[in-house]
């Protein structure tokens, strides 16, 4: 974890006229992604905006003249004549009709953002979960990838919304300026360069801000996903009863707690910084406001322009410069948003290895599954996970890992899936390299069952039908699977059968215990019936002794046509299997029938004497 953030104070001119430079780097992807969102709003949003930008000016030129019309028609009543009122309803009438047609965009453009968010939000979130199906189990499993994807996840899905909203705002405040400065260009070009001008300084600021605060965005990313972390420890009934039976709760809360002390003291001292700068360079602007007030007044009082035209001047004089500074905040704000989107970005674009592999069979169907001189390191280990190794099991074979806990039995078993992928050596099946292999085809052949298999928060039937998605609701598989994983008992036991919620998560879910999760993981393994090759890495763990043994045998009467590859900790158990092989840091040690390992007399013979010893 990191011990301290990084110098956000000590960023160069260059840093921010770089960052200013690249405002638009994401934001044309940005439009094109809520343009393919939804067109209609899109285009809404497009008229609603220019609308917006060309009111105000309209409301401003037309609020002179009503100024002008009465001023006229008091001094034609002063003179004693009548004054023409209809001139002065009308006016007043359309500016009302101005006022309403500004409403109504405003409230249009509102309308606009909250349908777009909501699309918007979950085209992102989708977008990001479909990149997450496509990577690799390795980066699953890379802490600078998880950072990565947090900072996509909490951040820059709301931001391409807000880049684009900021995008047609700098056009609705640009053509707002435009406009008033072909009006304000009337009374003086240095008006408008004046009103340019005093809003240079907060901006320079707010940039400068944005990029420190990004930079302390990335910087924490792990300590935010700490934090993530502890809520999920402390708030999650799968960790609730340890947490309370060593009391944990006040530990892990007082480093939650540490955790916000720390990011807190980064926010309030960027914070305090950003808004005193803030506020000083904002007096820049008030002076000059009141500068050109001062300005404008003096003229209206040496007659060279009209009240209804002092007026309308200072009006558009303050509403320019509250779209001048509108526009550099949209810029400013552009910049940052640019910033977090390239945390989105970059989790999208994250590398992907292209399989292009579509041979859905092997040559030599009689082969079964050869690993030859296969070594595997996992990602940043110094050590091998698997070294060299040799191993043949024919169709009909039954195969026994035994070995310590990390010896390498589990990579053995993610390397044969193509969870991962070997870094020396090859894996064939039916005499094909699993890298030629179809990935869709090639575990279809395969079924199987971790020791951490997922206990999903669903009906009991789709718990069974996760095992193969093609028959995820299909209710006589569900029940040929559970008969087979020896579930079905089990499933009648429950209030709504294959329809029962399991879980605490949602109402009237069932908890099941450790032994009856397994049997429900084991029909899992049995949803592929088309698979040859089945594997059982533990998965009775929680099972006794005798349970474990019925449901092996069970297994093996099951798979006689079939590879089954077993992992158990028990040697009752393993002594069923036609080969054992025993492994070691990662190498094969041993191997053969338990008749032939007892004979050997070396590392399984001690072992399974050790065990059986526990027995007498």
């Known amino acids: ?13 260059g840093d921010v006229a770089r960052g200013f430079f690249g405002v638009f780097r994401y934001s044309r992807r940005a439009i094109e992604l809520v343009w393919s969102t939804s067109h209609a709003l899109t285009i809404a949003l497009g008229l609603l905006t220019l609308a917006a930008g060309v009111l105000p000016a309209a409301m401003a030129w037309v609020g002179a003249l009503v100024i002008d019309a009465v001023v006229a028609a008091m001094r034609v009543v002063e003179q004693g004549g009548r004054a023409d009122l209809q001139r002065v309803f009308m006016l007043v009438a359309v500016e009302g009709v101005i006022v309403a047609a500004l409403a109504g965009a405003q409230r249009g453009i509102s309308l606009c953002q909250s349908l777009l968010r909501a699309q918007l939000g979950h085209r992102v979130n989708v977008m990001i979960l479909e990149k997450a199906q496509t990577l690799e189990l390795t980066q699953f499993e890379d802490s600078e990838f998880y950072d990565k994807l947090t900072r996509a996840r909490r951040e820059a899905s709301s931001r391409p919304l807000s880049l684009v909203m900021r995008t047609f705002g700098l056009g609705q405040n640009g053509i707002s300026l435009l406009s008033y400065g072909v009006i304000l260009v009337q009374f003086s070009p240095w008006a408008v360069a004046v009103l340019m001008v005093a809003g240079l300084p907060s901006f320079f600021a707010e940039a400068k801000f944005s990029g420190d605060a990004f930079r302390l965005f990335r910087w924490r990313s792990p300590e935010t996903r700490m934090q993530m972390y502890l809520e999920t420890v402390l708030a999650r009934e799968d960790h609730a009863k340890e947490v309370k039976l060593f009391g944990l709760g006040p530990l892990l809360m007082d480093r939650y707690r540490d955790i916000f002390r720390r990011l807190y003291k980064e926010d309030r001292a960027l914070t305090i910084r950003r808004d005193s700068w803030g506020f000083g360079l904002g007096l820049v602007g008030t002076v000059a406001l009141y500068g050109a007030y001062a300005w404008i007044a003096t003229t209206a009082v040496l007659g060279r322009i009209t009240i209804g035209q002092m007026t309308m001047y200072l009006m558009l004089f303050r509403q320019g410069q509250a779209a001048v500074s509108a526009i550099l905040s949209a810029i400013s704000g552009m910049y940052e948003d640019n910033l977090y989107l390239s945390t989105l970005y970059e989790f999208l674009e994250t590398p992907v ?10 040559p030599i169907p009689e082969d079964g599954v050869r690993f030859e001189g296969v070594s595997f390191t996992y990602p940043g280990a110094s050590r091998p996970a698997l070294q060299d190794i040799d191993l043949h099991i024919r169709p ?10 990390g010896s390498g039995k589990t990579t053995l078993i993610k390397l044969l899936t193509r969870l991962y992928a070997p870094d020396h050596g090859r894996i064939l099946l039916d005499g094909l390299d699993l890298e030629q292999w179809d990935e869709g085809a090639l575990r279809q052949r395969i079924g199987v069952i971790f020791q951490d298999f997922a206990r999903y928060q669903l009906l009991v039937g789709e718990n069974i039908g996760a095992g193969d ?14 008969r087979m994983g020896m ?11 294959y329809d029962t919620q399991l879980g605490r998560w949602f109402k009237d879910g069932q908890e099941l215990s450790g032994g009856q999760w397994q049997k429900i993981a084991l029909s899992r393994a049995f949803m592929r019936s088309a698979a040859d090759i089945l594997v059982l890495d533990e998965p009775t763990a929680a099972m006794d002794a ?9 297994f093996r009467r099951l798979t006689t046509q079939r590879i089954a590859i077993l992992i158990s900790h028990r040697f009752s158990t393993v002594r069923m299997a036609d080969q054992i092989v025993v492994i070691q840091d990662g190498r094969i040690i041993e191997r053969g029938s338990h008749e032939a390992l007892m004979a050997l007399d070396g590392h399984y013979a001690h072992l399974f004497s050790l065990q059986a010893a526990g027995y007498r």
């Open 1 to 13: 974890m990191p011990h301290g953030p990084p110098p956000v104070n000590s960023v160069a001119a």
């Open 353 to 362: 290895p292209e399989r292009s592999a579509e041979i859905v069979r092997g």
């Open 396 to 405: 009909g074979e039954s195969l026994a890992l035994v070995g310590e806990n």
């Open 469 to 482: 998605v093609r028959f995820f609701e299909d209710q006589k598989r569900w029940q040929e699977a559970a």
């Open 487 to 497: 579930a079905a008992p089990i499933v009648d036991s429950l209030p709504a059968g």
């Open 546 to 554: 005798a349970a474990e043994a019925t449901v092996f045998e069970h």
